[in-house]
């Protein structure tokens, strides 16, 4: 019987995280460490990333090219990327201007692509494994008031399939995590965003609960935990997948 001490799981490997300051990222980014890994993150956010448990921890604008690689120029190889950064703008198409459906996509999908073109040269010669966090409001579901998130989060898979098929001989591997609702400071922001529409927290909350099957919310350790795995050699198998990790949503 193989027995895999998860302390060790990703010892030895350089993991770079974004939107590591706060929710999803930040679990992510603390649960890869957990593993062994050598953890360097980033936010836009400079409170987030002064005191960190980290090897490094940097203010990055991940929208911004030059930002980025200089972020990554120290590290002439990248084992574990996790791209992190999302913006959610809530409306439908006619509630979308052109200036907001400029900065959700700007955020959530040109981010991605200047994160991942950035990591590639530094990971291809070695292999390693690519996590993007998009959305099951994307190409995988339909919600309502998600015109603009949901272009982008779609766009975001795109993306990380066409990189999963163009770098699979160099062992290089390319998933998209897909969550439902997860608990974090930018759903809270969310709720209260809604509550203004619907007139009451309690409404606010309920409509966001009531897209979940499971009755609950999703934690920010669940979406980590499903991270480690195919950042780990667990998924070595596993590449070009958008993987739904949503209490249900999708069933
Ligand atoms: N919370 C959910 O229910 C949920 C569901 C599906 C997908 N997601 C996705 O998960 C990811 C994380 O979401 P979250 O809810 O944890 O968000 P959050 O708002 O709680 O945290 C986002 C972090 O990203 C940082 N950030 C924002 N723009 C940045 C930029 N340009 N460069 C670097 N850092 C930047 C913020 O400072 C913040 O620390 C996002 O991509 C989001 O779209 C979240």
Redesign the pocket.
């Given at each position: 019987m193989t027995t895999i001490d998860l302390r060790s799981r990703l010892a030895g490997r350089v993991a770079l995280v974004?939107?590591a300051?706060?929710?999803?990222?930040r679990a992510v980014a603390e649960r890869l460490a957990g593993e062994g890994a050598e953890v360097h993150a980033?936010?836009?956010?400079p409170a987030?990333m002064a005191q960190t448990p980290f090897a490094s921890a940097r203010v990055?604008?991940?929208?911004d090219a030059a930002a980025v690689a200089d972020w990554m120029a120290p590290f002439a190889r990248i084992d574990i990327l996790v791209h992190?950064?999302?913006?959610?703008h809530q409306g439908s198409i006619e509630e979308t201007s052109p200036q907001e459906w400029r900065r959700s996509l700007g955020?959530?999908l040109d981010?991605a692509y200047v994160v991942l073109g950035a990591a590639v040269p530094r990971m291809k010669a070695w292999g390693g494994s690519v996590i993007t966090?998009?959305?099951?409001?994307s190409s995988i579901k339909g919600f309502p008031r998600r015109a603009a998130y949901g272009a982008a989060?779609g766009g975001v898979i795109g993306l990380t399939k066409a990189c999963a098929a163009d770098y699979i001989a160099q062992g290089l591997r390319f998933n998209a995590v897909?969550?439902?609702?997860?608990d974090?400071?930018?759903?809270r922001d969310r709720i209260t965003e809604l509550a203004q529409v619907l007139g009451s927290l309690e409404a606010a909350e309920k409509a966001f609960l009531d897209r979940q099957p499971s009755g609950r919310l999703?934690t920010?350790q669940e979406i980590a935990g499903i991270c480690a795995f195919l950042a780990s050699d667990d998924g070595r198998f596993v590449t070009g997948q958008a993987i739904n990790v949503d209490g249900g949503i999708t069933i």
């Open positions: 974004t939107a300051g706060q929710g999803i990222g980033c936010d836009l956010n987030s990055v604008d991940a929208c992190a950064v999302g913006y959610v955020i959530t981010s966090i998009a959305s099951v409001a989060k897909c969550p439902g609702t997860v974090t400071p930018s759903l999703g920010t």
